[in-house]
């Protein structure tokens, strides 16, 4: 009987930081929704506390990053044994995010609302940063990334991404070489 009690106080725990957060930063519960990938109506439930709050590691991982939190601090959520492994761009991009003094909501923001989960996904490393070049300039411009300073991003995500695909960078070194001069070439002088 005692767990049960202790589990429902940690749950309004939970919903009421949910709550606390969307009403201190204005965020209506229909773009939360959208920005964590469930629906209206449950994120309406998990704050009414008329359901547990989520033990589902996405969902919560999703909620902290939006809230810029560590899941962590959820009591619901279990670390897992498999946890995301570092990835220097992504970091490299929440620096930018930091310089820009954004929160993570008002950077979600600069995104139309369809595309707000995925980079939710990318943020908290679950989905790659994209190796298309048009798609990273809109962040680019959203973070006011230097040409230069994004074109080298795009350049070590992309050597990230052959890599992961076996591609051999060292046996193909003059390859690479004549390929990213190429799209530097391409891409800095299309201004």
């Known amino acids: 009987m005692q767990d049960k009690k202790n589990k429902q106080n940690t749950n309004q725990k939970s919903s009421k ?7 201190k930063n204005n965020i209506h519960k229909k773009d939360f929704a959208l920005m964590i990938g469930v629906t209206l109506s449950y994120v309406y439930n998990l704050i009414d506390e008329s359901i547990a709050f989520s033990t589902r590691g996405t969902t919560l991982e999703r909620i902290a990053t939006v809230m810029d939190i560590m899941p962590e601090e959820f009591d619901e959520y279990v670390i897992p044994s498999d946890p995301a492994p570092y990835n220097k761009n992504l970091e490299t991009l929440k620096g930018y995010i930091k310089q820009n003094k954004l929160s993570t909501v008002d950077f979600l923001k600069k995104f139309e609302r369809k595309k707000r989960l995925q980079i939710v996904d990318i943020l908290r490393g679950t989905k790659p940063l994209f190796i298309d070049f048009s798609e990273l300039k809109k962040i680019g411009e959203i973070l006011n990334i230097k040409d230069e300073e994004l074109f080298n991003l795009w350049k070590n995500i992309f050597t990230d991404y052959l890599e992961e695909g076996d591609f051999d960078t ?4 003059a390859l690479l070489e004549a390929m990213f001069n190429g799209a530097k070439k391409s891409v800095l002088s299309k201004k």
Not at 170 to 173: G, P, Q, S
């Open 170 to 173: 060292e046996a193909n070194k």
């Open 17 to 23: 930081k949910v709550a606390d957060f969307l009403e």
